[in-house]
């Protein structure tokens, strides 16, 4: 089933009509104002989508927010932070867990240390 959604939920927003009921996902979690949502392609076990229920556009252009928690998700600063990286068409940057990035990438080669640590350096 697909939704078209207008209106107060978002001007055709997958997100706004998945929140509302009118569109399929496999909702992990529902609060009040958020939920929890399994993504279509998955790149791990337990990997969701957190959500807000109400629309949100974005406002800030192109862009990843990107957070990681633990050495094994390349987290060397053990103090929650956000990363705001923007982005333009063909940049070269690839995600995380892109092809591109996995192939390329050995042991050592990514960090979130403002210092420029990699993690497993002494």
């Known amino acids: 089933m697909t939704a078209s959604v207008t209106g107060p939920v978002g001007d055709g927003c997958v ?12 909702v992990v979690r ?4 958020t939920l929890a949502i399994v993504p279509l392609n998955p790149v791990a076990d337990g990997h969701v989508i957190v959500l807000p229920a109400r629309h949100v556009p974005d406002n800030v252009g192109p ?3 990107i ?14 932070h956000i990363h705001l990286v923007p982005r333009r068409a063909h940049d070269g940057l ?19 240390d403002p210092t420029g640590a990699w993690i497993g350096e002494a």
């Open 15 to 26: 997100f706004c009509a998945i929140a509302a009921g009118l569109a399929p996902a496999q």
């Open 94 to 112: 690839a995600l995380p867990w892109s092809p591109a990035r996995s192939a390329a990438a050995g042991p050592g080669t990514v960090s979130d």
């Open 67 to 80: 957070t990681s928690i633990g050495a094994e998700a390349t987290q060397s600063v053990r103090h929650l």
């Open 63 to 65: 862009a990843n927010l």
């Open 30 to 33: 529902r609060w009040s104002d």
